[in-house]
């Protein structure tokens, strides 16, 4: 099946430093997804991306669709406390239409050290 | 808007009861809705997609007849548990998609404990 990696795995940063984290796959995939998800609560979603190519912003947070659409990468800029938790990217291989599931990386566990 | 509930939040069974999960998308409909499952510390891992008013599509490695669903309307689907062993002890959630678009919201998940 799909996979998805994800990387870093986990992130130890100060207040106000920029993130970066990106998700690769072996395959393509027609949309991206990021996702934040607390302890103990369903993922939240972030961002949407539907094209190839496509840079999104949503606050401090940045994404874009990588253009061989086999990679995206998430971006947070000046992080603050609140943004503590658990960053998955999630991939969608099926065309507009479809009912396809989501296939979901590892995650990133971002922690912030005051 | 998208806003997808689950009822109950967690539930402690002994094992081989049954237990049923309900998912509803409080603010718009859904033609298709999706359980996934989330062991500790690990991703989620879809287990099935289900459709109003048919079968639900189970991916592989899933068990059809331990985990029943029924989606019945547009903003109701339910997963059951059906004699649920300590293996089955997870996290599960929910999502719902518009009719026309691609994303997926999630609800806030079911901590299932079997003891």
């Known amino acids: 099946g799909q996979q998805l990696n994800q990387s870093p795995q986990s992130m130890f940063i100060q207040e106000g430093e920029d993130v970066s984290m990106n998700c690769t796959s072996s395959s393509i995939f027609n949309t991206w997804l990021w996702y934040k998800q607390d302890p103990g609560e369903g993922p939240v979603l972030l961002i949407a991306?539907?094209?190839?190519?496509e840079l999104t912003s949503n606050g401090r947070l940045t994404a874009q669709f990588g253009i061989t659409r086999k990679d995206s990468f998430l971006n947070i800029s000046a992080s603050i406390p609140s943004d503590v938790g658990i960053y998955f990217c999630a991939g969608r291989a099926g065309s507009g239409g479809g009912a396809d599931g989501l296939t979901f990386g590892k995650g990133t566990h971002l922690i912030i050290q005051p | 808007g998208a806003v997808v509930s689950q009822h109950p939040s967690r539930v402690i069974c002994k094992s081989g009861t049954s237990v049923k999960i309900e998912c509803r998308s409080l603010d718009f409909q859904a033609t298709t809705m999706f359980w996934y499952r989330q062991f500790p510390k690990q991703s989620l891992m879809l287990m099935a997609t289900s459709n109003e008013g048919s079968k639900a599509t189970y991916e592989q490695g899933v068990e059809k007849d331990k985990f029943l669903i029924n989606h019945a309307s547009l903003t109701l689907s339910t997963l059951t548990v059906t004699s649920a062993h300590p293996e089955d002890s997870s996290f599960y959630i929910c999502s719902a998609r518009y009719s026309l678009q691609e994303t997926q919201y999630f609800g806030p998940g079911t901590r299932l404990l079997v003891l």
């Open positions: 991306l539907y094209k190839a190519g």
